[in-house]
């Protein structure tokens, strides 16, 4: 079984930075892709950045220049830094990796709320 479990969420007021972590554990052999969705209240989940295993990247056009999303493959762990934060980027942020390991496949955290105040 792999687990994800994100950390950094929280309050803060528009203009600030967050830095969201997410780190998988299990039997482990590679990830290949890792991301970050959101869903705010009333809306569906949507990509916020996603990163393969080649570096590539791909992020949402409302937060392209805002955010930045890294990996430390040693850690098994995705971050999101977060700047320049509106309020329109309220919402749960969930992270996702796609393993190769005992049990293979797509695995979800269990979200981490962001709440930017004006």
């Known amino acids: 079984q792999v687990h994800l479990v994100e950390s950094g969420g929280g309050l803060v007021q528009a203009g600030g930075s967050l830095r969201l972590s997410c780190e998988a554990s299990g039997f482990i052999f590679r990830i290949n892709a890792m991301g970050w969705y959101r869903q705010a209240p009333g809306k569906q989940r949507e990509l916020v950045a996603a990163l393969t295993s080649g570096e590539s990247t791909n992020y949402a056009d409302s937060v392209k220049g805002r955010f930045t999303i890294s990996r430390d493959n040693a850690k098994n762990t995705v971050y999101l830094q977060m700047n320049s934060l509106k309020p329109e980027d309220t919402a749960v942020y969930y992270c996702?990796?796609?393993?190769?390991?005992?049990?293979?496949?797509?695995?979800w955290g269990q979200g981490t709320q962001v709440t930017v105040s004006s």
């Open positions: 996702t990796m796609e393993v190769v390991g005992g049990i293979s496949g797509n695995f």
